[in-house]
């Protein structure tokens, strides 16, 4: 059964403290992505991988940090530089978009909320 | 810079009538456009798309228009049901070279009333 899991679903953060949220997909696609939602906003984009070993910085990359050492994984370290954690997290993911007729069709995981203690 | 806008925070539709959600965008580079259906705390779901090449797209009860002059694009579903009762959010791609991604506005909770 593909999808995108995302674990846990709830995380606490203490004043000063790294944490990493895991995101682990099985539908083979190349491309992953971390975005940030806070209540009332949309999904801001925080970092995305369009290939292992790499990645690039969304609009809202600062106090994130992440990794893409396998194809089907992609973790998301908030570490203690993000003064406003507290939101909900999502990650996706998609096929590998290549010129105008790409279908950038991004399939969700559940999610993560983070707060802080 | 919201380059993706969804104007109405809310709507209200009876059951069996007809919702239109509308998305308004600013970047003409974007050439592909996108509705997703998100439940509380739950990821969002795809819901429809639409190429820029198109002017509209059917899926069952979903409907989306999209009309490049005016740079807008709406959602229709018909009949609404209260199963539809969601947040929507309407998302856009443009072509950068391999990157793809997405430019999301801050959706519309739709609520499909008895």
């Known amino acids: 059964d593909g999808g995108i899991t995302q674990s846990p679903k709830y995380l606490f953060r203490k004043e000063g403290q790294n944490v990493t949220l895991s995101c682990e997909q099985n539908?083979?696609?190349?491309?992953m992505y971390w975005y940030r939602q806070d209540p009332g906003q949309g999904l801001r984009l925080i970092y995305y991988?369009?290939?292992?070993?790499?990645?690039q910085k969304g609009d809202i990359a600062e106090g994130y940090s992440v990794s893409r050492e396998k194809k089907e994984s992609f973790p998301l370290t908030v570490t203690s530089a993000q003064k406003n954690p507290t939101a909900f997290y999502l990650c996706?993911?998609?096929?590998?978009?290549?010129?105008?007729?790409?279908?950038?069709?991004?399939?969700f995981g559940a999610g993560t909320r983070l707060s802080v203690l | 810079d919201q380059q993706v806008k969804q104007n109405s925070p809310s709507l209200s539709v009876q059951e069996g009538r007809i919702s239109i959600l509308n998305c308004d965008y600013t970047n003409s580079m974007f050439d592909y456009f996108l509705w997703y259906k998100k439940y509380p705390a739950e990821g969002p779901t795809f819901l429809i798309s639409i190429s820029s090449i198109k002017d509209k797209n059917e899926d069952g009860r979903f409907t989306v228009f999209l009309n490049k002059s005016a740079k807008h694009l709406s959602l229709h579903i018909v009949p609404s049901q209260p199963g539809d009762s969601a947040v929507y959010f309407c998302?856009?791609?443009?072509?950068?070279?391999?990157?793809?991604?997405?430019?999301f506005g801050t959706g519309t909770r739709l609520q499909v009333t008895l």
């Open positions: 998302a856009a791609s443009g072509h950068t070279g391999t990157a793809s991604k997405l430019t």
């Open positions: 539908l083979n696609h190349d491309a």
């Open positions: 996706a993911s998609s096929i590998r978009g290549e010129g105008m007729s790409a279908k950038n069709i991004q399939y």
């Open positions: 991988s369009q290939i292992v070993n790499d990645f």
